[in-house]
């Protein structure tokens, strides 16, 4: 799906990256990368960091993110900015979906 002008949700790869979690790369170039998440509640995206800028989006559902040590409750519609290396993770609390934008493309998910 590299350089792809459209990516259509259905054609997208599910896949199960932790218990509960669903991921799916849609769009993306070598700058810039669309990736859906999918949460069960009480699912869990474990503390990590990588050398990409990533903002996320909450789309539904309510979640606890810990971004550089601090832990916040976020709901559909708020946005969390995690500079490159920053460690973050979250917990699903009422299930949902993210929305994760990368620059550049994260290589290791195609």
Not at 70 to 80: F, L, N, S
Not at 86 to 109: A, Q, S, T, W, Y
């Amino acid at each position: 799906m590299l350089n792809d002008r459209w990516v259509f949700r259905e054609d997208a790869k599910a896949e199960c990256v932790a218990k509960g979690v669903i991921r799916r790369v849609l769009a993306y170039s070598k700058d810039l990368m669309c990736v859906e998440n999918t949460f069960a509640e009480g699912a869990v995206g474990s503390l990590h960091h990588h050398p990409h800028t990533q903002i996320t989006y909450v789309v539904s559902g309510v979640f606890e993110f810990e971004i550089n040590g601090e832990k916040r409750i976020v709901k559909a519609g708020d946005t969390m900015l995690k500079l490159n290396g920053v460690e973050h993770g979250c917990v699903c609390l009422k299930e949902g979906v993210l929305l994760d934008i990368f620059n550049p493309m994260r290589e290791d998910f195609v």
